[in-house]
């Protein structure tokens, strides 16, 4: 009870946070795992009991498991090139002194452009008769190009969502590395360490906390990929770039089937919940304080 | 301290009580206007639609002939399905707006279920001044005649812009090339292989977004018998011609992942000779002139009359029961100014076709042939996706991409889509 009082202000002050955490998260996904066994359309009043049904459904949904390898194409794509790229760069730009702030600011800028603009701005680039692309190769005498195929359309839809988010990991990790202390680095220096050694053996192990806290970042934000492919691809063609977040989209809302897709919610949710868990057991390193 | 403290205080108060007043005052609770009526409208003439313009207009000048009532303008695009979404959530959960311009078919069964929805049938016969401008054969198409017993032959929405799918041509460039317009089969293929040889794209169509393209060979492969009839057999015949066109290369080269908005394009800036769309594309056409619309020629050894077409009224104008009482028929009286002949002659001199008698004034050539293919047509029927479940329909849309480039037949995507209809019957 004396803990209670002596921390009545605090507890009053994140019970407002409470609330609308409760109210627009957890009531939802609770809610979303409850329709998932109903057969439940139109958003009407009238929902069916199916049991697992729509868990069956999505079992023998060959669109649902073309998104599940997608996404995880996806989740490997954006370790490697989203948190790697943005690695390599902020070790570049941390070891230069001039020009680091317009460096922060150009790299960090795709991140407050939207998802959606960010797809059309692609989609327009690729389109076939007044694309950008075909645009630049017939001016260099080229032959157009029919950009998004069943077979590159991933590839095409991994190059803006890889591009949009470096410069957030960017960010953290220079923020990162400007608290790695330079008597290190200078130790390291008087033994003869420098370049990408130096970033090998120093940097990475030092920042090692902040480089798992990205890439779990980067394995829950994959599932949550969906405003640049639907705008790009909308998940086509033949499902070539169907990611769980479209697939749900286009069952929900064009369909009008929202059981199914609440159903496609939970399995979402709990892909994410446990490949964040695993992701962080397999990165746990011993955090080394300095 | 303390005095200054007070003062502080007082100020906060004044300015406190100041800015209460002010709100009273922004919202019109004054002895004046208690007795204002607001009116919730729902319609998708967002800004991305031809008639958002004309709608605003007559919402301002309603507001104006009728200075107690404020129109209330919630409009939602209809893109990405979002105005089902707010549609049938907001009549779910009791939200539902005074007024609403939404689709008929089976999109309207959701809304009567949830029994809120306004029959007119009394309406139309009490103001037969105004009812006796609306055409009856628009109403047929608001007329419910499903399960819901309560709404069994009854006119559950007012029609007012009606459409029709069909061939678009290029007239000039129809000429340029000596070719007949494709008023059958064998022309319109020439015309194909034609155009493609001399590289304009043939048909300004998107397999993405195919309901057009859908709705208009099944037609033509299965007359309006087949079409009308849900998993017919010829719709399978339909689907295979657009796979042979698709092969022929009549199609742009991006038409697996090329939006509609863009295949419009194409053809209103000539570099298609022909477009498979609806109505709502007039509005956007560059050239008026040397643009025709004409039928979907038959397909060999399909069963439409050279005549039949898509088209009808797919929207209409709901008020919610309770709100129009609650709100002495106000809902009801804005619903009748804005399908008086006056407000829809200017709805119409936009696009569509007029389900209210009217004069529309300067009516381009091209719009001129759509309403002409709509008056000499031996039949209309309403798009395939007003007749099956929407989850049903998309699947056989979205999977089209499956069958045109033989990755999956036309009956298997169809018994694919009826194994969706038929789970949600039992």
Same mark, same amino acid.
């Given at each position: ?290 | ?89 907001? @009549?779910?959960?009791? +939200?539902? #707006?005074?007024? &609403? ?6 999109? =309207?069964?959701?809304?009567? *279920? %949830? ?58 460039? @129809?000429?340029?090339? +000596?070719? #007949?317009?494709? &008023? ?6 020439? =015309?194909?292989?034609?155009? *493609? %040889? ?229």
């Amino acid at each position: 009870m004396q803990i209670l009082k002596n921390k009545k202000y605090a507890i009053g002050l994140l019970l407002p946070a409470l609330l609308l955490v409760s109210v627009f998260i957890y009531y939802p996904l609770f809610a979303t795992f409850y329709y998932s066994f109903f057969d439940w359309r139109d958003f009407s009043n009238y929902k069916t009991f199916v049991g697992l049904n729509n868990y069956v459904q999505m079992i023998q949904d060959y669109a649902v498991r073309k998104a599940l390898v997608n996404t995880f194409i996806m989740m490997v794509c954006v370790i490697v090139f989203q948190v790697g790229i943005a690695l390599v760069l902020a070790l570049i730009v941390d070891s230069i002194k001039a020009g680091y702030k317009f460096f922060r600011t150009v790299f960090f800028f795709p991140v407050v452009i939207s998802g959606t603009a960010i797809g059309l701005m692609f989609y327009l680039a690729y389109a076939y008769d007044y694309g950008l692309l075909n645009a630049i190769m017939t001016a260099f005498g080229g032959q157009k190009k029919v950009w998004v195929t069943e077979n590159s359309a991933l590839i095409m839809v991994l190059i803006p969502v890889i591009w949009q988010y470096v410069g957030f990991y960017f960010v953290i990790f220079l923020a990162a590395l400007s608290k790695v202390p330079h008597d290190i680095y200078e130790s390291a220096l008087i033994d003869g360490i420098t370049g990408i050694k130096k970033a090998i053996y120093i940097t990475i192990p030092l920042i090692w906390d902040v480089i798992t806290v990205c890439i779990s970042l980067a394995i829950v934000g994959t599932f949550k990929v969906f405003d640049i492919v639907y705008v790009i691809t909308g998940g086509g063609p033949m499902d070539a770039s169907q990611v769980l977040g479209t697939y749900l989209y286009k069952i929900a809302f064009t369909g009008q089937n929202q059981g199914y897709a609440s159903a496609i919610g939970v399995l979402i949710i709990v892909l994410g919940i446990i490949l964040s868990t695993i992701s962080n057991k397999l990165t746990e390193r011993e955090t080394i304080t300095y | 301290m303390k005095n200054f403290k007070k003062i502080l205080g007082l100020i906060v108060l004044v300015v406190f009580m100041v800015s209460i007043v002010g709100m009273y005052g922004n919202t019109g609770v004054d002895a004046k206007t208690t007795e204002k009526v607001k009116i919730r409208a729902v319609t998708y003439f967002t800004g991305a639609d031809p008639w958002t313009n004309t709608w605003k207009e007559a919402i301002k000048d309603f507001m104006a002939k009728n200075p107690n009532v404020e129109i209330v303008d919630e409009a939602t695009p209809a893109a990405n399905d979002a105005i089902r979404t707010k549609i049938k959530t907001d @009549f779910a959960s009791g +939200n539902e #707006p005074d007024v &609403t311009f939404f689709f008929v078919g089976a999109d =309207a069964e959701p809304l009567l *279920k %949830s029994g809120k929805v306004f029959i007119w049938d009394d309406e139309l016969k009490k103001d037969t001044k105004w009812s006796s401008n609306i055409y009856k054969s628009a109403l047929a198409f608001t007329t419910y005649n499903g399960p819901i017993k309560e709404y069994k032959g009854k006119v559950y929405a007012i029609p007012t812009i009606g459409f029709y799918e069909g061939l678009y041509v290029n007239v000039d460039l @129809f000429n340029k090339y +000596n070719l #007949p317009l494709p &008023t059958d089969w064998d022309k319109f293929i020439k =015309a194909v292989n034609t155009f *493609k %040889s001399k590289g304009i794209i043939p048909i300004a169509g998107s397999i993405l977004e195919s309901y057009y393209l859908i709705e208009t060979f099944i037609l033509s492969a299965g007359g309006p018998q087949g079409h009308n009839t849900p998993f017919h057999p010829s719709w399978e015949k339909g689907l295979n011609i657009i796979k042979d066109l698709y092969k022929m290369g009549a199609f742009p080269k991006d038409a697996l992942t090329l939006q509609d908005a863009q295949a419009q394009a194409l053809f209103a800036d000539k570099k298609a000779a022909m477009m498979i769309n609806g109505s709502w594309c007039v509005g956007g056409l560059k050239d008026k002139v040397n643009t025709k619309i004409m039928p979907v020629p038959v397909v060999p050894g399909g069963k439409a009359h050279p005549t039949d077409i898509i088209g009808g009224f797919g929207s209409g104008w709901y008020v919610s029961k309770d709100l129009n009482k609650k709100k002495n028929g106000w809902p009801v009286k804005f619903v009748k100014y804005i399908t008086s002949p006056e407000v829809e002659a200017k709805f119409i001199a936009v696009g569509g076709v007029p389900a209210i008698k009217c004069k529309v004034p300067n009516v381009t050539p091209v719009a001129q042939s759509g309403y002409d293919m709509m008056a000499k047509a031996n039949s209309v029927s309403m798009p395939i996706d007003a007749q099956i479940l929407p989850e049903a329909f998309t699947k056989i849309r979205t999977d089209l991409a499956y069958v045109v480039t033989g990755k999956k037949t036309a009956k298997h995507l169809l018994a694919e889509a009826k194994k969706i209809q038929d789970s949600v019957k039992k």
